[in-house]
């Protein structure tokens, strides 16, 4: 029967499709560092108390990214490069969700607006994060190679989402509201569409890399299409909400160290 944990569990226990897999998430996690540190960096003046959370976000991001690696270096693996089809960020980033590249690689300081739109994307790619990571902790928490690793992931994902949250609730009260709603709005639509396109992509790598047959991997699609069906008609909405986390400033430190991997 497939499940989650046997689909991840085929993966994790194959060198091939670890390696992909883990070179795909240390790519994106490495993108989304160098994107933070850009806006932190460029943060308007009157929002200068925020830079050192984006900060924190970033190095999060870059830790996570390290960590990813580590698990390859474990295994004594070296990373891939990244199919195009299925670098997350790059796709996101290319519908003109977030801010454009371009703008981050100039010396231009940032707008009020664009740090609005900078959180809204968070928010809703944070959503995904934070979910994809529970569900690896759920099942693989105590996992002896990969255990820690999932556990400190899922943790900071969480603490973005909760810091994305607080900071445009803040926002919204500054009179963003509607801006905040609508570029949710744009944002959540085309990432359940681009999440959708990159599963499918992983999916049909992973299939050629573990001899999946055919009715296997269109098992696997059809899955994948009706995930996307429901997000369509409703799913995308829990992306979109805003409320006070449980987490308060959850950014407000030093982002915490990557653990060794022997």
Request: glycine share 8%; charged share 25%; proline share 5%.
């Amino acid at each position: 029967m497939l499940s989650a944990k046997s689909l991840f569990q085929e993966i994790l226990d194959n060198d091939e499709s670890f390696r992909l897999f883990c070179s795909i998430a240390a790519g994106g996690e490495s993108q989304g560092g160098w994107e933070n540190a850009r806006i932190a960096a460029l943060v308007p003046e009157s929002e200068r108390a925020l830079a050192p959370k984006i900060t924190r976000h970033g190095a999060d991001e870059d830790k996570h990214g390290r960590i990813f690696n580590a698990l390859l270096k474990k295994r004594g693996l070296e990373p891939l490069p990244v199919p195009p089809e299925t670098n997350y960020t790059m796709l996101l980033e290319k519908r003109g969700i977030g801010l454009a590249h371009e703008k981050l690689k100039s010396d231009e300081p940032l707008t009020v607006q664009d740090i609005v739109t900078y959180l809204a994307h968070s928010r809703v790619t944070e959503q995904r994060a934070s979910e994809q990571m529970e569900l690896l902790r759920r099942h693989f928490a105590d996992h002896p190679d990969i255990g820690r690793a999932v556990k400190m992931i899922s943790g900071d994902e969480d603490n973005h989402l909760a810091y994305c949250h607080e900071e445009l609730l803040r926002f919204a009260a500054q009179g963003h509201g509607r801006a905040i709603q609508r570029t949710l709005r744009e944002c959540a639509l085309a990432e359940i569409r681009i999440y959708r396109d990159v599963s499918l992509a992983v999916m049909d790598h992973m299939g050629r890399v573990l001899g999946w047959p055919r009715a296997k991997a269109a098992v696997l699609a059809a899955g994948i299409h009706a995930v996307y069906a429901w997000e369509r008609l409703a799913g995308w909405r829990r992306m979109v909400s805003l409320r006070m986390p449980e987490r308060r400033d959850a950014l407000g430190g030093p982002a915490a160290s990557a653990p060794e991997f022997a």
